[in-house]
């Protein structure tokens, strides 16, 4: 069934964001004289919100049991320099303006749904030139939940009208696709972004692609 509503991630999906959370991190962290990570550690860091983002940076794992010494000053000083510093080195992945335009053209309805709150979502989304092609868009403190639950994509598919077997999920995570699939969406990973401690296999998407405008053929030769 060709889908009807196309519901994005955001960072690892759309963005390729990594390297300025990376600088935002490791300067919050320089300033509380902590060790320094890696992009390729913080990277694997990335998709449950800014906040255990900066936990898993302190504690130097994905796992973080309770919050860490330093959080709350190492948050304030992430959050400021974010803040100020969202749009220095991230950059759209290749094809995705051309993509979001053919999707539109087709017809479909646009949201993304994604773990960031919405202080950095907004201002993000416009500084690069996503949001006018977006009928919805959904941040981390916008629903009761946050990916993976499914709540965020049953109640954006709700607000735009459209049911879940008409509702494709994009993602690059297991948070992601997880989500999709609990909501009962089509669920399309895609290779290039965060995913992470996992594999493509892990994910376990009914679909995976390599680069964002793949998309349209997939859809195109959906029965």
């Given at each position: 069934m060709k889908p009807e509503l196309i519901i994005f991630d955001l960072d690892g999906t759309l963005i390729d964001s990594a390297p300025d959370l990376v600088e935002a991190v490791n300067f919050a962290l320089s300033q509380l004289n902590k060790p320094l990570?890696?992009?390729?550690?913080?990277?694997?860091?990335?998709?449950?919100?800014?906040?255990?983002l900066v936990k898993r940076s302190l504690v130097g794992?994905?796992?973080?049991?309770?919050?860490?010494?330093?959080?709350?000053?190492?948050?304030?000083?992430?959050?400021?320099?974010?803040?100020?510093?969202?749009?220095?080195?991230?950059r759209l992945y290749d094809g995705v303006?051309?993509?979001l335009q053919e999707l539109k053209r087709m017809g479909?309805?646009?949201?993304?749904?994604?773990?960031?709150?919405?202080?950095?979502?907004?201002?993000l989304m416009e500084?690069?030139?996503?949001?006018?092609?977006?009928?919805?868009?959904?941040?981390?403190?916008?629903?009761?939940?946050?990916?993976?639950?499914?709540i965020p994509l049953l109640?954006?598919?709700?607000?735009?009208?459209?049911?879940?077997?008409?509702?494709?999920?994009?993602?690059?995570?297991?948070?992601?696709?997880?989500?999709?699939?609990?909501a009962d969406f089509k669920t399309v990973a895609v290779s290039y972004g965060y995913a992470g401690q996992y594999t493509m296999a892990d994910l376990n998407a009914t679909y995976t692609l390599n680069s964002?405008?793949?998309?349209?053929?997939?859809?195109?030769?959906?029965?």
């Open positions: 990570h890696s992009q390729a550690s913080i990277q694997q860091w990335i998709g449950n919100g800014a906040d255990v794992s994905w796992h973080v049991e309770s919050d860490p010494v330093d959080f709350d000053a190492a948050f304030a000083l992430f959050k400021t320099y974010y803040a100020a510093n969202d749009w220095v080195h991230s303006m051309n993509t479909l309805k646009l949201a993304c749904v994604t773990n960031k709150t919405a202080r950095f979502t907004n201002p500084t690069a030139g996503l949001a006018p092609y977006f009928d919805f868009i959904a941040s981390g403190d916008t629903f009761s939940e946050m990916k993976p639950s499914p109640e954006t598919a709700k607000k735009i009208g459209v049911d879940p077997e008409k509702t494709w999920m994009i993602g690059d995570s297991i948070n992601d696709i997880s989500a999709g699939n609990q964002l405008p793949e998309l349209v053929a997939l859809i195109q030769n959906e029965i």
